[in-house]
T-cell receptor, first 112, second 115 residues
Framework: GEDVEQSLFLSVREGDSSVINCTYT??????LYWYKQEPGAGLQLLTY?????DMKQDQRLTVLLNKKDKHLSLRIADTQTGDSAIYFC????????????FGAGTRLFVKA | DAMVIQNPRYQVTQFGKPVTLSCSQT?????MYWYQQKSSQAPKLLFH???????NEADTPDNFQSRRPNTSFCFLDIRSPGLGDAAMYLC??????????????FGPGTRLTVL
């Protein structure tokens, strides 16, 4: 089956690192994504990782993938108040289809 | 600068009164999607168009219809909105089938309230 699960809330202090976790069930998933949604805005693609990778780093963002445990995480270094948003984990398959399965989103609160 | 535009941003309708939500794109993408996102839930794909080809998800209620008169515009019609249809409706586009280079671009969403 297809299911993506995330914890609903995370609170961190400004300057600390944030780690948002996600688990997925479909082992055939090939692309795993992190989207950010700010209040009143649409989803913005932050980064993605292929299922044959273990890690991807992009400036303050680090994505870690544990395929064995079907676990994906997003680490935000030096978290800023502007990082406060909802972060969605998502997966899609290599068949080049049209369906992306999203998690329910993790709301990140950054305290000044 | 806006690439995927949704109008209106907020829509209020009455129970049973048909409503149409609008999406337009300046990206010239082949694929347009409609998602329903209820509070604290994942966005759920309702249907998508690949050019003029319409593809309905199996669990999308018949109450929801869509039209795509041209590449730039796509409409979501809710024929008889129920209280359970109150949600954020997200429009998205992609150039082609989803892959590492063809990802989705989302609009800001239309929040629908049903009274």
């Amino acid at each position: 089956g297809e299911d993506v699960e995330q914890s609903l809330f995370l609170s961190v202090r400004e300057g600390d690192s944030s780690v948002i976790n996600c688990t997925y069930t479909d082992s055939s998933s090939t692309y795993l994504y992190w989207y950010k949604q700010e209040p009143g805005a649409g989803l913005q693609l932050l980064t993605y990782i292929f299922s044959n990778m273990d890690m991807k780093q992009d400036q303050r963002l680090t994505v870690l993938l544990n395929k064995k445990d079907k676990h994906l995480s997003l680490r935000i270094a030096d978290t800023q108040t502007g990082d406060s948003a909802i972060y969605f984990c998502a997966e899609s398959k290599n068949t080049g289809g049209f369906k992306t399965i999203f998690g329910a989103g993790t709301r990140l609160f950054v305290k000044a | 600068d806006a690439m995927v535009i949704q109008n209106p941003r907020y829509q209020v309708t009455q129970f049973g009164k048909p409503v149409t939500l609008s999406c337009s794109q300046t990206l010239n993408h082949n694929v347009m999607y409609w998602y329903q996102q209820k509070s604290s839930q994942a966005p759920k794909l309702l249907f998508h168009y690949y050019d003029k080809d319409f593809n309905n998800e199996a669990d999308t209620p018949d109450n929801f219809q869509s039209r795509r008169p041209n590449t730039s515009f796509c409409f979501l019609d809710i024929r008889s909105p129920g209280l359970g249809d109150a949600a954020m409706y997200l429009c998205a586009t992609s150039r082609a089938r989803l892959s590492s280079t063809d990802t989705q671009y989302f609009g800001p969403g239309t929040r629908l309230t049903v009274l």
